[in-house]
């Protein structure tokens, strides 16, 4: 596995790789994962490839890797791999893609990431650039053997930007009965929350392309009518600021608590301080949070995005609003003030974040694996003849080039990416179409 993200990062698309990673090797398979060097990444990681890495790229919480192919093809040759997954179209993706043609062997390609919310993070940030991103994503799924997408929302995407239409939906997991056991009482305590309180949250990165002010004014504003109520909020990022200045702004910032990043149990106390949990983020493909927070029974007040409508049903597990409307946002949390519709909610919930156990999740990865191999044939393992790796080397650095030549030319056209507009925060792709 190839992942730009990892350990000791918090976010969706290393916590995916992480927990895959641990199921696989629960069942008896053998995991190599390659990823940058991170300060405060662990000691001691056998199975884990470190390459290195420029830290905090343009002052991001992403590294961006630097890797040296000579140290990673004598890794790959004694390891022997049966099949290559990649979890990015670019950068140790582009790596993937070289070590799936050098060897002869498949490649799938996880589409963890609406990279167009996410260009602001490079130098240049433009409309051409959100363009390169589609572009350049849509564009690797053709060096692919099959793409997973964790969502249909996300599939049918991908399919209407016209992407290798091998796309199988493989949810990320959750071990839901790990997250069901937690100690709310005592994460309140420590932040002066009564038993008694009525408790909304949030749990995730604080980072500009989440819509994390527009949240903050909804529930701020929800808890200006609702004294005694307090917002627990789960994560770190650079939209701290601008939340804590709407609680100041609102005249409740002494009921709105950050807790910075937690992890393992801490984090999953969190979520069982909370009686609600609010999300309102546009660039999901999946949002794993919202399986953890439903695992420790939670439901859940969302705006209906991509990745989030094959989670949150309205009426069973939670509500989601149409678009973003802090008044309708506010109400919803008042709707849920009431024990007894919380607890219908809660069984919903419950019911939900089994469908998404890590266990059913990485059994139907397997499984597309096993596929994708046997349509493949006999698999070309390291051990072959050295004319034939560096064959394989050159044939990987010519459809690298042709990729990236079909990239570039659909963006220097100024045109939609095949037809089709992008899709802005606070617009479904329908209202597009």
């Known amino acids: 596995m190839f992942t730009n993200t990892y350990r000791p990062i918090v976010g969706g698309v290393s916590e995916s790789v992480q927990r895959l990673k641990g199921r696989l090797q ?8 390659v990823a940058p060097k991170l300060e405060g990444q662990p000691k001691h990681e056998p199975d884990v490839i470190r390459v290195a890495a420029v830290q905090h790229f343009n002052g991001s919480d992403f590294s961006l890797p630097v ?5 990673l093809y004598e890794a790959i040759e004694a390891f022997e791999p049966d099949i290559v997954h990649s979890h990015h179209p670019f950068l140790l993706g582009d790596t993937a893609a070289r070590s799936a043609e050098t060897y002869g062997l498949p490649l799938v390609f996880t589409h963890h990431t609406l990279y167009e919310h996410y260009t602001h993070y490079v130098p240049g940030d433009s409309p051409r650039m959100q363009r390169f991103a589609v572009a350049l994503a849509t564009e690797y799924t053709h060096l692919c053997d099959a793409v997973i997408a964790p969502s249909e929302s996300i599939r049918d995407m991908l399919l209407l930007r016209g992407a290798n239409r091998a796309v199988s939906v493989v949810p990320s997991g959750v071990d839901t009965q790990r997250f069901a056991r937690g100690d709310g009482a005592a994460l309140r305590r420590r932040h002066g929350i009564a038993e008694a309180a009525y408790v909304v949250g ?5 980072a500009h392309e989440k819509n994390l002010p527009f949240l903050a004014r909804s529930v701020t504003r929800w808890l200006a009518s609702r004294p005694g109520a307090h917002f627990l909020v789960v994560g770190d990022g650079d939209a701290r600021v601008v939340m804590h200045d709407i609680a100041v702004q609102a005249g409740v910032a002494d009921r709105v608590h950050f807790t910075g990043k937690l992890h393992d149990q801490t984090l999953i106390d969190a979520y069982h301080a909370m009686d609600v949990f609010t999300f309102a983020s546009h660039s999901e493909t999946q949002g794993m949070v919202l399986v953890e927070a439903m695992a420790a029974g939670l439901p859940v007040v969302a705006v209906n995005a991509t990745g989030v409508r094959e989670v949150v049903r309205p009426g069973e597990n939670g509500l ?14 008042v709707r849920l003030d009431d024990a007894e519709r919380r607890a219908t909610l809660r069984a919903g919930a419950l019911e939900t974040a089994e469908r998404f156990d890590e266990g059913c999740c990485a059994e139907r990865c397997l499984a597309l694996y096993r596929k994708v191999i046997a349509a493949g044939g006999p698999v070309s393992h390291a051990d072959d003849g050295a004319w034939e790796r560096v064959r394989g080397r050159l044939e ?22 095949f037809g089709l507009p992008l899709v802005k925060p606070g617009e479904s792709e329908a209202s597009q179409k």
Do not use: K, N, T, Y
Not at 26 to 33: I, P, T, W
Not at 202 to 206: K, P, S
Not at 396 to 417: F, I, K, N, T, Y
């Open 396 to 417: 990987a650095e010519w459809q690298l080039l042709r990729h990236r030549g079909r990239v570039l030319r659909s963006v220097l056209q100024d045109e939609p990416m």
């Open 320 to 333: 989601l609003l149409a678009g973003d409307d802090p008044a309708a946002f506010a109400a919803a949390l």
């Open 202 to 206: 949030h749990v995730g990165r604080l």
């Open 26 to 33: 629960a069942e008896g398979h053998r995991v190599l994962v």
């Open 67 to 71: 890797p040296i192919p000579g140290q």
